[in-house]
């Protein structure tokens, strides 16, 4: 990637750094009453078998810099007989939550542990991981990272709370992801150009399959528990749950769609860089070949990452030993079949745009 791309690139996402914080800092100064602490010591610890109720008297520290260090007592109650429920001990960090106006710390509640300090390690493994291993592809893949995330958070939810369709919210996104993150990894050239082609021909059949089976199979989209949660908003009641779950089936195949077209791309561009005279028709079923290597894996990669993400609900089914017919019918589970076979189907089919756009671009090159 030139250096005038790169600081293009660096340029936008600063920008949208700034806003992402910026927001950030707003959400933290209206919700200040969340607050960092760690537990020094469990004073008292009984448990109600009767009522199923664990109480604990715990002294924290707070770990706020505008607090000093101050020392707290807090009684924290945990309900034992739900699978939701907080049982502290000493060196834990936990978040509590206190009313807006108690300054002095004396009635609040443990909201939840700490997780953020540890989440920011993990993320720290992950980006010093990529560097080391990447190196300038590394840098180009976190920049092209970041700007997708911002997409999605300063983007694609900004503009399904403003009305928009999510559909088209999501093939925004998707586009300008696409076209980011594949310039920033193979820059200007015949390979990135047939790659975006790939990815967004494969995202645009993805589509069409997805609206067409989702009104045969009358997929409504409310099987998540926190489609709930939303309609008690004022947003919520605008919102189209069924295209919302298609929006989420086309983000969530983009990974892999990108993944393969790149792949197959490079691959052909190494073939014909390596024997520039190689006839269009040998070159073309070369990258197919490269393709159908990826299909199995990458397929794998969306069923079992679907799979993966839907394991409590096919447990239950499981564990009641409902029949086959009740199993495939059922609104999560079709839901879940919908999303992994269109993006599978999406994936394929962008095997073949990625090659023949690729002999097209070539032409240009070489």
Known sequence: MS????LLLMLLLSLVL????????????KNNNFIHGTVLEVVKDTTDNTNMQRTQTVRIRVDEKSYNNKIITMVHTANIASVHHIILKKNDAVIMWFSGDD????????????????????????????????????ISSLFSLAFTMSLIFLGFFPMILNNM???????????????????SVGGFCAKTYSAIMGTVGGIFLSIILIYLFGEFTHIQGIQDENVELISY??????????????????????GAI???CMSIASAMDEICEANPRMTNINLLIAGMRVGRDAIGTMSNTLIL??????????IVFYIYGQTLTQFINSDGIASEILRTLTGSIGLVLAIPITSVSYLLFRKSYY
Do not use: H, W
Request: proline share 2%; aromatic share 12%.
């Open 3 to 6: 250096l005038k791309c790169s």
């Open 18 to 29: 700034i806003g992402y914080y910026t927001l950030s800092s707003d959400n933290e100064k």
């Open 103 to 138: 300054a002095s710390l004396e009635n609040g509640n443990i909201y939840a542990y700490g997780r953020d300090k540890y989440l920011l390690y993990l993320g720290i493994l992950f980006v010093l991981f990529i560097l080391i291993v990447g190196g300038a592809k590394g």
């Open 165 to 183: 369709n999510p559909i088209t919210a999501a093939v925004i996104v998707c586009i300008a992801a696409t076209g980011i993150t594949l310039l």
């Open 233 to 254: 908003f004022p947003q919520g009641g605008n919102f189209n749950f069924k295209e919302l779950l298609y929006a989420g089936i086309i983000i969530g195949s983009l």
């Open 258 to 260: 990108m993944d393969v």
């Open 305 to 314: 990452a679907y799979v993966g993400s839907s394991i409590n609900l096919l």
